[in-house]
């Protein structure tokens, strides 16, 4: 059993920058892929970026690209989202995801933990 929780979340005006962090509480396995997902108020929760265990793919959606970072440092069972030139757009709730493959997916049901969230607001 994994159990993951978010931080670094806040309230920051546009064109500001946040860096958000999921701890692991145990060590996860060699090979788990881990992501991040958002729900904003009467939407969907969507897809936001995944990273492999080495680091070496990653993926994000088409409206992130070039301004958030996703990174893991696996000695210490941590997951970063680092969120550049913010817009009230990416105002949401963001989730930590780990997914027990080695595969990048996008979709919700192919991740099997989830951590309970933590609140982006972004001021226009």
């Keep these: 059993q994994v159990q993951l ?6 309230l920051v005006q546009a064109g500001g920058s946040l860096r958000l ?12 892929t881990m992501g991040w997902f958002r729900q904003a108020p009467g939407k969907e929760r969507e897809f936001v ?18 301004r958030f970072t996703i990174s893991r440092d696996n000695a210490k069972n941590t997951l970063y ?14 989730y930590c995801a780990a997914r027990i493959m080695a595969t990048i997916r996008q979709g919700r049901a192919d ?12 001021s226009s």
């Design 5 to 10: 929780v978010e931080s670094g979340g806040g």
């Design 21 to 32: 962090s999921c701890d692991a509480s145990a060590r996860t396995r060699i090979g788990y």
């Design 49 to 66: 970026a995944a990273i492999t265990w080495s680091g070496s793919s990653t993926s994000y959606t088409d409206s992130v690209k070039g």
């Design 81 to 94: 989202l680092q969120m550049n030139s913010l817009t009230p757009e990416d105002t949401a709730v963001y």
């Design 111 to 122: 991740y099997n933990y989830w951590g309970p969230g933590t609140q982006v607001t972004v």
